[in-house]
C-alpha cells in the first residue's frame, strides 16, 4: 500500500498546503467545515474545542480549553481524566452540535461573545459514550448513536428523543455493538444509515419501528459513511479493500 506525506501531496495529487494553524498541545480528535466553508471547528481529546474563521486567519472561538499547566510540555493537565469531541455537526452558520464520551451532546452559539451563554441547549445520557451524529438537511432532526448499540432520533429544535432502535430488537436487524457513524439521506430525510463494530450497515426509516435493511460487510470504527446520489460510500478499518 502506498503512503504520502503531506511534502509529497503536491507532486502526487496536486494538493498544496496554504496555510497551517497556530499549533496546540493537545490531540485533535475531529474537525467540521460549516457548510459554506467560513468556519472550521476543531476538536480536542481533551474535550474542548476551537472554532477557526477561515477568512480572517484566526481563531473566534474557545470552549471549554483546559488551562495551561506551566510546568509540563502540555496546555492541559495529563493527570486528569478528559472525554474527547467524538463528532461534530453544524446545525447552522453560527450553531454548532457536538458529541462527547461523557455522554453530552451540545448545541452551541459560537458566535456568542459572552462565553457564559455559549452554551444553548444539550443533550445527556449518564449511560452512554456518544461515538457519533448527523442532522438532516433542514436541521429539524438529530440521530445519534453509541456504545450502547443503540440509535436515538431526536426533534432538533426540543433536542428531546422521539424514536430509540434498541440493540436487543431480536426480530429485526438492529446493531450488536458500538456504532461509530451515522449518516441521515440529503435526499430523505426520513432515511439514515449507521454502521459500527458489529460489521453490519443498517438502514432504518423513521416511519418505521425498525430497521428496513441490512447487510454485513463495513468494519467502521469512526465517521466514515457519506452519500453521493444514490451512492452510499462505507470506509473500513482494514488493510484491504477499506472503500465500499
Known amino acids: 500500500m502506498e503512503s504520502y506525506t503531506i511534502n509529497n501531496f503536491h507532486e502526487k495529487f496536486g494538493f498544496e498546503q496554504f496555510r497551517q494553524l497556530p499549533g ?3 490531540g485533535i480528535s475531529y474537525v467540521k467545515f460549516s457548510d459554506d466553508g467560513k468556519l472550521l471547528s476543531i476538536g480536542y481529546e481533551t474535550g474542548g474545542i476551537r472554532v477557526y474563521d477561515v477568512q480572517r486567519y484566526e481563531y473566534a472561538a474557545e470552549i471549554d480549553i483546559p488551562k495551561i499547566r506551566e510546568v509540563t510540555d502540555f496546555d492541559f493537565d495529563p493527570t486528569v481524566l478528559y472525554f474527547p469531541i467524538t463528532c461534530m455537526r453544524w446545525a447552522s452558520a453560527n450553531n454548532l452540535l457536538t458529541s462527547s464520551g461523557d455522554g453530552f451532546i451540545k448545541l452551541w452559539n459560537v458566535k456568542e461573545a ?3 451563554k455559549r452554551l444553548k441547549s444539550y443533550i ?3 449511560n452512554i459514550s456518544f461515538n457519533a451524529i448527523d442532522v438532516n438537511v433542514d436541521r429539524t432532526m ?20 422521539t424514536v430509540v432502535y434498541h440493540g436487543e430488537d431480536t426480530k429485526h436487524q438492529e446493531h450488536f455493538n458500538r456504532i461509530f457513524s451515522v449518516k441521515v439521506d440529503p435526499s430523505n430525510h426520513n432515511v439514515f ?5 458489529d460489521k453490519c450497515l443498517i438502514t432504518h426509516d423513521i416511519r418505521e419501528k425498525h430497521s428496513v435493511a441490512s447487510f454485513v460487510g463495513p468494519y467502521i470504527t469512526g465517521d466514515s ?3 453521493n446520489g444514490s451512492a452510499l460510500l462505507a470506509g473500513s478499518y482494514r488493510s484491504h479493500d477499506p472503500i465500499e
Open 124 to 126: 445527556y445520557n449518564e
Open 142 to 161: 438529530l440521530v445519534s448513536g453509541g456504545m450502547d448499540h443503540c440509535l436515538r432520533v431526536y426533534d432538533l429544535a426540543e433536542m428531546k428523543e
Open 193 to 197: 444509515y449507521s454502521g459500527g463494530w
Open 225 to 227: 459513511l457519506d452519500i
Open 24 to 26: 496546540h498541545k493537545q
Open 114 to 116: 459572552d462565553p457564559k
